[in-house]
C-alpha cells in the first residue's frame, strides 16, 4: 500500500489513475509521494518515507529542488500538460492589451441608470480606441512548451513573431512555425517589438529578468505580457516605466501588492492553467509518473534525477541515488558478485551532481547486502521492489 499526500485540489480523473495498492488525501502522513500544484514546499518537512514529490504543472520554484536531491527524494513536473490553457489565456491578454476591453466594460457598468445609455455608450466608444495585432511583432522570450505553443497560435493571428531562447530544446525547435524569426539577443527583442511575452522558469539566474536595463531598451507603449512567474519582473522598475508611459500595458496572472488597483496594469489570479482539460492532463501525468517511480523505480520527467526507463525483467529491482563520484557502480558490482548475485540489467545515469543506478536481479537480495549498499560512500539511498 503507498500513501500520497495532496497538497493542492488535484483533479479526480488524474486521481482515479491510482488502483487499490494507493491511499490519498490531504492529511496524510509518513507519506511516499506528494502531489502539488502551487503550494510552497520550501518550509516543509520531508519524512523519511518520501520518495517523490509530483508537481502537477511546469514551474517548480515551489520546490527545494537541492534539498529534495540531497535527500534523495525525485521530483517530478507534467512538461506541456497545461500548455495550451497557458496558450489561451495569453492570446486573451495580447488583445486585453491591445483593445481597451477592460476599461470600457468598467466604464459600461457606471452607465446603470443612464436611460439613454444606448446613446452614451456609442458616444463614449472613442474612448477607448486601442491598436490590432495584425502586422504587429510580439517578442517571445523562452520557447518552450507553452513559449512555441502562442508564438505559433500568434503567426496564425498575422502577427510577426520573434522568438529568444538560448536553450531551446530539440522537439520545441521542431514544433516551431517556420516563419517564426529567430532573436539572436534580448536587445533585439526589447528594441523591435510592440508586445513582449515572457515564459521561462523562475530560479536565481531569472529573478527581476525583466528590469530597468530592459524596459529602457523597449519601444515607447510596449505591452508586456507575464503568465511565467511574478519575480521575473522588477516590479519597482516595472511601476516607474508604466508610470512614464514607456510600458503601455502589463498584464500579469501574479499578483504582488504594489502592483493592484494601477492603471494600466492588468493582474489575473493565476489562472494559466485553470482549465478542466489541462488540471486532467496534470494530474493524470502527474499520477503516473508517481507510480511508474514507486512501482517500477522508472523515472519519467524528473527535473532534479536523470530521466530512466527501463522494462522490468526480473523479480528484483534495486534503485540505487548516488553522488555522482567515481567507483560507485565497480563497488556495487563487487557486492554483488562477492555474495554471488547474477546483475540481469543495470542501468546508471548521471544529471550533475547526482546519479540515478538501476539493478536488476533474479536473485534474492538479502536485507544485510542492501545496508551495506547503503551505508557506502556516496550512496544517498537504496529501494529494493520485490515483483511478487
Ligand atoms: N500561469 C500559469 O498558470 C503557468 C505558468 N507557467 C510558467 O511558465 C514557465 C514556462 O512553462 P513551459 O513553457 O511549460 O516550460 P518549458 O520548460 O517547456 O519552457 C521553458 C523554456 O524557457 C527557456 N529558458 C530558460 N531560461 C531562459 C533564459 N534565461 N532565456 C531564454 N529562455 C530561457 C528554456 O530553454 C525552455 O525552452 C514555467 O516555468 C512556469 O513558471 C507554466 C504553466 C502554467
Ligand atoms: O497548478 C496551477 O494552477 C499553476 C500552474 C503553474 O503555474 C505551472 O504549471 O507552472
Redesign the pocket.
Known sequence: MYNIKLLNKISKIGLDVFDENYSYNEEMVNEDAILVRSASLHEYDFGENLKAIARA???V?NIPIDKCSEKGIVVFNT??A??NA?KELVLCALFLSSRKIIESIRWVDTLKDDQNVAKTAEKGKSNFVGPEIEGKTLGV???????VNVANAAIKLGMKVKG??????VN?AWALSKHAKHAISLDEIYQECDYITI????NS??KGFLNQDAFAQMKDGVKILN???GDLVNNEDLLVNVANGKVGKYIS?FAAPELIGQENIIILP?L??STPESEDNCAKMAVKEVIEYLENGNIINSVNFPDVNQARISKTRLCIINKNVPNILANISKLFADHNLNIENMVNRSRGEYAYTIIDTNDEVRQDIIERIESAKGIVSVRSIVKE
Not at 141 to 147: E, H, K, N, P, V
Not at 164 to 169: A, C, E, L, N
Not at 199 to 202: E, N, Q, T
Open positions: 504543472g511546469a514551474g520554484n512538461p506541456g497545461n500548455a497557458v522570450i523562452g520557447l518552450g512548451a507553452i513559449g529568444y531562447d538560448p536553450y531551446i530544446g520545441a515564459h521561462i522558469p523562475s539566474e531569472t503568465f511565467a512567474r496572472d493565476h494559466g492553467a
